[in-house]
């Protein structure tokens, strides 16, 4: 089966830890999205990658950081710096050129202690 | 900048129609997307507009008008199952990825 998986979908960490959620596609997308969810709120951007080993900062990388090694995986690092962690945390891929939507993983819910 | 603007909330009928409508002010336009979503769930994809006028697709429409910068969801024979979040996105550009913008979402409550 085609698609995007997000592992865990719970996480918790204790304040001043580093965590990192795992972003794997097998949809053979390009270009992959890392967005951040607050309760009642919509989604907004953290970083994006357009192709293997290139990445970009989004609305709101303050205290985050990623990398691109395999077209498949796109990990994103939510640092000690970032002073408001706990969310509900979205990636997706697609094309990354055309009409195309993008399509969405099933999400990871963090928990900062 | 981007901004995007939904309606909070809305409430509704089963077997009514809701109407959600999306006001966007960006720095160009590439086409505009919904997405459905349930609580801690992930979007779904729903519609997409790039010219000018109604998209029909069973149940839903969108409607795009590029020249007042506005845009509706219509949710028609509503059903429990409607109850949700939809969310209005622009593709300010096809170029960086062909990022989206969001606006906050719309939650719907469809009532029996």
């Known amino acids: 089966d085609g698609g995007i998986t997000q592992s865990p979908k719970y996480l918790f960490r204790k304040e001043g830890q580093n965590v990192t959620l795992s972003c794997e596609q097998n949809l053979n997308h390009d270009a992959m999205y890392w967005y951040r969810q607050d309760p009642g709120q919509g989604l907004r951007l953290i970083y994006y990658?357009?192709?293997?080993?290139?990445?970009q900062k989004g609305d709101i990388a303050e205290g985050y950081s990623v990398s691109r090694e395999k077209k498949e995986s796109f990990p994103l690092t939510v640092t000690s710096a970032q002073k408001n962690p706990t969310a509900f945390y979205l990636c997706?891929?697609?094309?990354?050129?055309?009409?195309?939507?993008?399509?969405f993983g099933p999400g990871t819910r963090l928990t900062v202690l | 900048g981007q901004n995007i603007d939904q309606p909070t909330e809305m409430t509704a009928t089963e077997g009514a129609i809701v109407q959600i409508n999306c006001t966007y002010q960006t720095s160009g336009f590439n086409g505009l997307f919904w997405y459905q979503q349930h609580a801690g769930e992930a979007p779904t994809f729903l519609s997409y507009?790039?010219?000018?006028g109604l998209e029909e697709k069973g149940r839903f429409s969108s409607f795009l008008s590029r020249s007042k910068g506005y845009s509706y969801l219509l949710l028609k024979e509503l059903q429990m199952k409607d109850s949700a979040s939809y969310l209005c996105a622009v593709r300010p550009t096809k170029a960086a990825g062909n990022k989206l913008t969001f606006g906050g979402g719309t939650r719907v409550l469809v009532k029996p």
């Open positions: 997706a891929s697609g094309p990354g050129t055309g009409n195309n939507e993008q399509f």
């Open positions: 507009n790039v010219l000018d």
């Open positions: 990658s357009q192709i293997v080993n290139d990445f």
